[in-house]
DNA sequence: CGCTTATATGCCGATCGAGCTATATTGCCG
DNA sequence: CGGCAATATAGCTCGATCGGCATATAAGCG
């Protein structure tokens, strides 16, 4: 997992790994909607591809890529013992608001 | 959230993360169990400050820093609509498991 | 006030990463 | 085979960032 963070650190990935959970794409698609060249939406679908979070499929001169969600999974694991924490200051908030409505 | 993944990009800000989720600390404290020195140290708690992730309170020359989680929550919404991508794999692993016990 | 402790800030060197242009690769089609 | 379409790779530049050392700031103590 060490890397995933810095990959999705990049808006222009995030907003590559949004368009593909819509569905499958090929390259062109992708260039088409995200303000970038071609060869710097391969470059990012590189780095995505060795960490794990796309898969393609070949057809032709034409590559689709399609999500694999396995490394946020591990991102989500992560998270896992940070939840508690701010479940606990929702609820905090939660009785304060029951607070006011009450007066 | 734009920056909370490019601040947790970094293994030593992780690791302090992972302890002021125990408990608060002072920055010597964290000095001490980081291989980091002082100086670096405060640094990436500047970060952590500026991303809202940690929160400080000041004690004489001590300044204890602790979590605040708010961010990770954002990070947490964020990774909600790929939830039921991964949970989609896990179910699928599952009937291959089921299949194989069946033979 | 001078000294010590605790933390922050300034500056530097090295490295990394994002984007671009130009070019290579791969596969279709006539 | 020649040419077009789709994608990948190479090489470059610029700006950001990590880490360290030296130094500044702040607070307590005698």
New interface residues.
Partial sequence: M?ST??V??D?SR?EI?DLL?ERERPVGDLVEKLTLTQPTVSKHLKVLREAGLVEVRTDAQRRWYR?S??P??E??A??A???R??EK?LDALERRLDEIEGD
Same sequence: chains 1, 2.
């Fill in positions: 060490a963070f810095a999705l650190a808006r995030r790994l959970r999500l969600p396995g946020l999974a991102v989500d992560w998270l013992p940070y939840r924490m701010w200051s």
